[in-house]
C-alpha cells in the first residue's frame, strides 16, 4: 500500500513537472509583439526643455517618458495593480478575487488584469472583453516578464497609456493636459493622470470634465487606503480644479527645429545650445514688432553668444503659419541684400593694410570709379571727413573708396573667410559689394559680427555640439578699432545710451531693413522686411530695426556686458599725431583728380574771422565751379557759379568745406567772432 502511495506521487510529481516544462516552452514560444516603439521626434534646450515636438506616424503624441514623478508611479501601482513587483505577471490571487466577486454580485466588481497585462493588451491593439483576447494578454504577460525588468515593463506603460484622441503616455498628457513636464506634480495632477487611462475617451478632462474628477477621486480614495498620501492632503486635492481643456504643445524656434530633423532625420532627440526662455520672450518680441505694421511686414532675429559660437536664439519669423508674412518661412537662412552691413569690415581690412586709421582723412565728395557713381544715402556730400566719422554716419564714398582700393576680390575673400556664403548677382564681384550688391543671410551677418566682437577671430556659429577652432579674419587691433566706432554710435530715440555697438543697414529699394550689434559677451542681429523681397516704402534700418535690436538686448540681460579694453599696440591718437601718411587717405581716383583741386582761400585755415552783419565772407580758388560750401558737414550754399560769396555761419569753432563741380574739395578750421 505505501509502495502504491510512494508510486503515485512519484507519478504526479513527474506529471507536475511535464506540465511545468511544458508551460514553460509554452511561455517562451510566445510570438511577442513588437517592443521597440516609434516616439515623437524631440528638440530641446541646452537644459532639456523641449523646445518643440512632432507626432509620430498616425499623428499621435507618443513622447519618451523621462523622469516623472515618484507620487503618480505610487498611485498607479496602488490603484492598478498593488502587486505588481510581485507577481509573475498575472496575478493568480487578483483574478480569483474577480471571478469570486463577479460571482457573488452578478456583475463585475474588479477587474484582474495588472499592469504587465495591459501593457500586453496595448502592444497589441487587442481588446479587454472576449476570453481569447484575456488569456492572449494573460501569454504576452508572463513572457514580458521573463524578458524584461519590472521597471522596463512600466516604461512601456509610461509610453502607451492612452489618454484620450491622440495623446498617448503620460508625458504627453501632462503636457497637453497640465501644460507641464510630468517631473513635479501635485496629489490632484497625479490622481488625474492615473485615473484617465481606465476610460480614456469617456475620462478626458477637455470633454467630460465632471467624470474625470469623479474619477480622480477614487484614485485619491485608494491613494489614502494604500498609505500613500495622507487623508488631508487627499481632502484638499479634490479641491483643486480640473483642466478644462488641452493645451498645445510646445512649438519653439519651429523653422530651426524643422532644419535639424530635416538634416538627422533618424534621430529622435535633438539637443540644441538654445535657451527656451530666451526664445520665448524674442519670439514674442517679434509677434510685438509686425502688430499693427500691415500684414506682410516680417522679422527675424539671431542670438549668439560670440565668446563660445552658441547660439542662444533664433526667430525666423514672427509667426510660424502661412499667412501673407509667409511666416514657414525662416528668414535667418534667406538670401537678401545686407545694406551697409559690410562697411565695418571694409574698415577693418583697411586698418589692417595700413590704408587708414579711425582718424584719417577719408574723402566725401562725388567721384566716379569707371563709371560707377554711387552717392551718399542722404545725397549730402561732407568734403573731408575722419574715417570713424565716416562709419559711424554710413557714407557711401569713402567706403567705396577704400573698397577701391583694397579690391573687391579681397572683401570677398574676408566673407568667405568668415564663414559668409556670398551670393554675387553675376560675374565678378564690384565695387557695388561694398554697399551691399551681394546675397548674404542673417545668419551669415551675425557671424561675420561676432568675429569682429571677438577681437577679429572667427569661430562659426552652432547649435548643438563643440564649435570649431577659430581662424583669424582680423587683427585685435583693428577688430577693436572697429567696435570702439560702433560703440560710439548715438542709439534709437528712447534707447538706453549703453554704448552697444551696432550697425544698421538698408537694402536698395528699402527692401531690407537691418541692425546688428554687440557687447562683450553677445551678438544680436535684425531683420525686418517683406520675406517676398518687394519694397517697403519707407523703411530704413536706424528707424525700424535698430529699436528692435535694442529691446531684444534688453530681454536677452539686464545690463550690457563691457567691450574689451583696447590692445597694448593700438595707436590711439589724433590725426595730426599719426604719421604722415596716415593722415589723409587718397584714392586712385582723387589722386587723379587732385591736381589744380579747389582751396579755401578764405578764410584760410586756422583763422579768427568776424562776421559783418551776420554774415562771413569766404573765397575759392582754384578747381572748377559751381562750387558748395559746406560748415561742419552741413550745406549752407549750393551750387554757387562765384568764388566769393557771404554765408551766415553761426560764431564759435567750426570746420568750412568748398566742393567744386569736379567733386573735389578742400577745408578750413577756423574760429567766427
Same mark, same amino acid.
Given at each position: 500500500?505505501?509502495?502504491?502511495?510512494?508510486?503515485?506521487?512519484?507519478?504526479?510529481?513527474?506529471?507536475?513537472?511535464?506540465?511545468?516544462?511544458?508551460?514553460?516552452?509554452?511561455?517562451?514560444?510566445?510570438?511577442?509583439?513588437?517592443?521597440?516603439?516609434? /516616439?515623437?521626434?524631440?528638440?530641446?534646450? &541646452?537644459?532639456?526643455?523641449?523646445?518643440?515636438?512632432?507626432?509620430?506616424?498616425?499623428?499621435?503624441? &507618443?513622447?519618451?517618458? +523621462?523622469?516623472?514623478?515618484?507620487?503618480?508611479?505610487?498611485?498607479?501601482?496602488?490603484?492598478?495593480?498593488?502587486?505588481?513587483?510581485?507577481?509573475?505577471?498575472?496575478? /493568480?490571487?487578483?483574478?480569483?478575487?474577480?471571478?469570486?466577486?463577479?460571482?457573488?454580485?452578478? =456583475?463585475?466588481?474588479?477587474?484582474?488584469?495588472?499592469?504587465?497585462?495591459?501593457?500586453?493588451?496595448?502592444?497589441?491593439?487587442?481588446?479587454? +472583453?472576449?476570453?481569447?483576447?484575456?488569456?492572449?494578454?494573460?501569454?504576452?504577460?508572463?513572457?514580458?516578464?521573463?524578458?524584461?525588468?519590472?521597471?522596463?515593463?512600466?516604461?512601456?506603460?509610461?509610453?502607451?497609456? @492612452?489618454?484620450?484622441?491622440?495623446?498617448?503616455?503620460?508625458?504627453?498628457?501632462?503636457?497637453?493636459?497640465?501644460?507641464?513636464?510630468?517631473? $513635479?506634480?501635485?496629489?490632484?495632477?497625479?490622481?488625474?493622470?492615473?485615473?484617465? *487611462?481606465?476610460?480614456?475617451?469617456?475620462?478626458?478632462?477637455?470633454?467630460?470634465?465632471?467624470?474625470?474628477?469623479?474619477?480622480?477621486?477614487?484614485?485619491?480614495?485608494?491613494?489614502? $487606503?494604500?498609505?500613500?498620501?495622507?487623508?488631508?492632503?487627499?481632502?484638499?486635492? $479634490?479641491?483643486?480644479?480640473?483642466?478644462?481643456?488641452?493645451?498645445?504643445? @510646445?512649438?519653439?524656434?519651429?523653422?530651426?527645429?524643422?532644419?535639424? &530633423?530635416?538634416?538627422?532625420?533618424?534621430?529622435?532627440?535633438?539637443?540644441?545650445?538654445?535657451?527656451?526662455?530666451?526664445?520665448?520672450?524674442?519670439?514674442?518680441?517679434?509677434?510685438?514688432?509686425?502688430?499693427?505694421?500691415?500684414?506682410?511686414?516680417?522679422?527675424?532675429?539671431?542670438?549668439?553668444?560670440?565668446?563660445?559660437?552658441?547660439?542662444?536664439?533664433?526667430?525666423?519669423?514672427?509667426?510660424?503659419?502661412?499667412?501673407? &508674412?509667409?511666416?514657414?518661412?525662416?528668414?535667418?537662412?534667406?538670401?537678401?541684400?545686407?545694406?551697409?552691413?559690410?562697411?565695418?569690415?571694409?574698415?577693418?581690412? !583697411?586698418?589692417?593694410?595700413?590704408?587708414?586709421?579711425?582718424?584719417?582723412?577719408?574723402?566725401?565728395?562725388?567721384?566716379?570709379?569707371?563709371?560707377?557713381?554711387?552717392?551718399?544715402?542722404?545725397?549730402?556730400?561732407?568734403?573731408?571727413?575722419?574715417? =570713424?566719422?565716416?562709419?559711424?554716419?554710413?557714407?557711401?564714398? *569713402?567706403?567705396?573708396?577704400?573698397?577701391?582700393?583694397?579690391?573687391?576680390?579681397?572683401?570677398?575673400? !574676408?566673407?568667405?573667410?568668415?564663414?559668409?556664403?556670398?551670393?554675387? @548677382?553675376?560675374?565678378?564681384?564690384?565695387?557695388?559689394?561694398?554697399?551691399?550688391?551681394?546675397?548674404?543671410?542673417?545668419?551669415?551677418?551675425?557671424?561675420?559680427?561676432?568675429?569682429?566682437?571677438?577681437? #577679429?577671430?572667427?569661430?562659426?556659429?552652432?547649435?548643438?555640439?563643440? +564649435?570649431?577652432?577659430?581662424?583669424?579674419?582680423?587683427? +585685435?587691433?583693428?577688430?577693436?578699432?572697429?567696435?570702439?566706432?560702433?560703440?560710439?554710435?548715438?542709439?534709437?530715440?528712447?534707447?538706453?545710451?549703453?554704448?552697444?555697438?551696432?550697425?544698421?543697414?538698408?537694402?536698395?529699394? =528699402?527692401?531690407?531693413?537691418?541692425?546688428?550689434?554687440?557687447?562683450?559677451?553677445?551678438?544680436?542681429?535684425?531683420?525686418?522686411?517683406?520675406?517676398?523681397? /518687394?519694397?517697403?516704402?519707407?523703411?530704413?534700418?536706424?528707424?525700424?530695426?535698430?529699436?528692435?535690436?535694442?529691446?531684444?538686448?534688453?530681454?536677452?540681460?539686464?545690463?550690457?556686458?563691457?567691450?574689451?579694453?583696447?590692445?597694448?599696440?593700438?595707436?590711439?591718437?589724433?590725426?595730426?599725431?599719426?604719421?604722415?601718411?596716415?593722415?589723409?587717405?587718397?584714392?586712385?581716383?582723387?589722386?587723379?583728380?587732385?591736381?589744380?583741386?579747389? !582751396?579755401?582761400?578764405? *578764410?584760410?585755415?586756422?583763422?579768427?574771422?568776424?562776421?559783418?552783419?551776420?554774415?562771413?565772407?569766404?573765397?575759392?580758388?582754384?578747381?572748377?565751379?559751381?562750387?558748395?560750401?559746406?560748415?561742419?558737414?552741413?550745406?549752407?550754399?549750393?551750387?554757387?557759379?562765384?568764388?566769393? /560769396?557771404?554765408?551766415?555761419?553761426? @560764431?564759435?569753432?567750426?570746420?568750412?568745406?568748398?566742393?567744386?563741380?569736379? #567733386?573735389?574739395?578742400?577745408?578750413?578750421?577756423?574760429?567766427?567772432?
Amino acid at each position: 500500500m505505501r509502495a502504491r502511495w510512494f508510486l503515485a506521487a512519484a507519478v504526479g510529481l513527474w506529471l507536475a513537472a511535464v506540465a511545468r516544462d511544458g508551460f514553460d516552452d509554452w511561455i517562451a514560444a510566445t510570438r511577442m509583439p513588437p517592443l521597440s516603439l516609434a /516616439t515623437s521626434v524631440e528638440v530641446l534646450d &541646452r537644459e532639456g526643455t523641449l523646445l518643440r515636438a512632432y507626432t509620430v506616424g498616425d499623428g499621435r503624441w &507618443r513622447l519618451e517618458p +523621462g523622469p516623472v514623478d515618484p507620487l503618480f508611479l505610487k498611485m498607479l501601482v496602488a490603484y492598478e495593480d498593488g502587486r505588481f513587483y510581485h507577481h509573475p505577471g498575472v496575478d /493568480t490571487r487578483a483574478l480569483l478575487r474577480a471571478v469570486w466577486q463577479a460571482a457573488r454580485s452578478g =456583475h463585475v466588481v474588479s477587474g484582474g488584469s495588472t499592469l504587465t497585462m495591459q501593457v500586453a493588451r496595448l502592444l497589441e491593439a487587442s481588446g479587454t +472583453g472576449k476570453m481569447a483576447g484575456k488569456l492572449r494578454q494573460m501569454r504576452v504577460a508572463l513572457a514580458l516578464e521573463r524578458r524584461l525588468s519590472k521597471d522596463e515593463i512600466l516604461s512601456l506603460y509610461l509610453r502607451l497609456a @492612452p489618454y484620450g484622441g491622440n495623446l498617448e503616455g503620460v508625458r504627453a498628457a501632462s503636457i497637453s493636459y497640465l501644460g507641464k513636464e510630468p517631473w $513635479r506634480l501635485t496629489a490632484a495632477e497625479a490622481a488625474l493622470l492615473v485615473a484617465i *487611462p481606465q476610460s480614456p475617451e469617456g475620462r478626458r478632462p477637455d470633454r467630460h470634465p465632471d467624470r474625470a474628477e469623479t474619477a480622480r477621486s477614487r484614485v485619491l480614495a485608494r491613494a489614502v $487606503r494604500a498609505d500613500v498620501i495622507a487623508a488631508e492632503r487627499a481632502e484638499a486635492a $479634490r479641491s483643486e480644479p480640473v483642466p478644462r481643456g488641452r493645451k498645445p504643445f @510646445p512649438a519653439l524656434a519651429p523653422h530651426l527645429a524643422d532644419r535639424v &530633423r530635416d538634416a538627422d532625420p533618424l534621430l529622435h532627440q535633438h539637443r540644441l545650445t538654445l535657451d527656451a526662455s530666451l526664445q520665448r520672450r524674442l519670439e514674442d518680441l517679434a509677434s510685438e514688432t509686425v502688430e499693427g505694421q500691415g500684414e506682410r511686414l516680417q522679422v527675424a532675429m539671431l542670438v549668439a553668444d560670440h565668446r563660445s559660437g552658441e547660439v542662444l536664439a533664433s526667430v525666423g519669423s514672427a509667426g510660424y503659419r502661412a499667412d501673407r &508674412r509667409q511666416g514657414f518661412m525662416d528668414m535667418t537662412v534667406a538670401l537678401r541684400s545686407p545694406g551697409s552691413l559690410l562697411k565695418p569690415l571694409i574698415f577693418g581690412l !583697411a586698418f589692417d593694410e595700413g590704408l587708414a586709421h579711425p582718424a584719417t582723412l577719408l574723402d566725401d565728395r562725388p567721384m566716379d570709379f569707371g563709371g560707377y557713381r554711387p552717392q551718399n544715402f542722404d545725397r549730402i556730400f561732407r568734403g573731408e571727413i575722419r574715417a =570713424h566719422e565716416a562709419l559711424q554716419l554710413s557714407l557711401n564714398l *569713402p567706403a567705396v573708396a577704400l573698397t577701391d582700393a583694397l579690391g573687391p576680390a579681397r572683401l570677398l575673400s !574676408a566673407l568667405e573667410q568668415a564663414g559668409v556664403r556670398p551670393v554675387l @548677382p553675376g560675374g565678378q564681384p564690384g565695387l557695388a559689394v561694398a554697399l551691399g550688391g551681394v546675397g548674404v543671410t542673417l545668419a551669415d551677418m551675425v557671424q561675420l559680427y561676432a568675429a569682429m566682437a571677438r577681437g #577679429g577671430v572667427v569661430l562659426p556659429l552652432h547649435v548643438r555640439g563643440e +564649435g570649431e577652432t577659430g581662424r583669424r579674419l582680423l587683427s +585685435g587691433v583693428s577688430a577693436w578699432q572697429v567696435a570702439d566706432i560702433l560703440s560710439g554710435m548715438p542709439p534709437p530715440p528712447g534707447a538706453p545710451a549703453n554704448r552697444l555697438a551696432y550697425k544698421t543697414g538698408t537694402s536698395y529699394g =528699402h527692401r531690407d531693413a537691418w541692425a546688428i550689434g554687440f557687447d562683450g559677451a553677445h551678438v544680436v542681429g535684425v531683420w525686418l522686411g517683406r520675406a517676398d523681397g /518687394t519694397p517697403v516704402p519707407g523703411v530704413f534700418g536706424a528707424d525700424l530695426a535698430a529699436p528692435v535690436l535694442f529691446r531684444a538686448f534688453a530681454r536677452l540681460k539686464p545690463a550690457l556686458t563691457p567691450l574689451p579694453p583696447p590692445p597694448r599696440a593700438a595707436l590711439t591718437v589724433s590725426n595730426a599725431e599719426l604719421p604722415q601718411p596716415l593722415r589723409r587717405f587718397r584714392s586712385r581716383v582723387a589722386a587723379f583728380a587732385a591736381e589744380d583741386g579747389p !582751396a579755401v582761400a578764405f *578764410p584760410p585755415d586756422g583763422a579768427e574771422v568776424e562776421r559783418l552783419g551776420g554774415r562771413l565772407k569766404v573765397k575759392v580758388e582754384g578747381g572748377s565751379g559751381p562750387f558748395t560750401w559746406l560748415a561742419d558737414g552741413a550745406p549752407v550754399a549750393i551750387a554757387l557759379p562765384g568764388r566769393e /560769396t557771404m554765408l551766415d555761419l553761426a @560764431p564759435g569753432f567750426l570746420t568750412l568745406s568748398v566742393i567744386d563741380g569736379d #567733386g573735389r574739395s578742400a577745408r578750413s578750421s577756423i574760429r567766427v567772432h
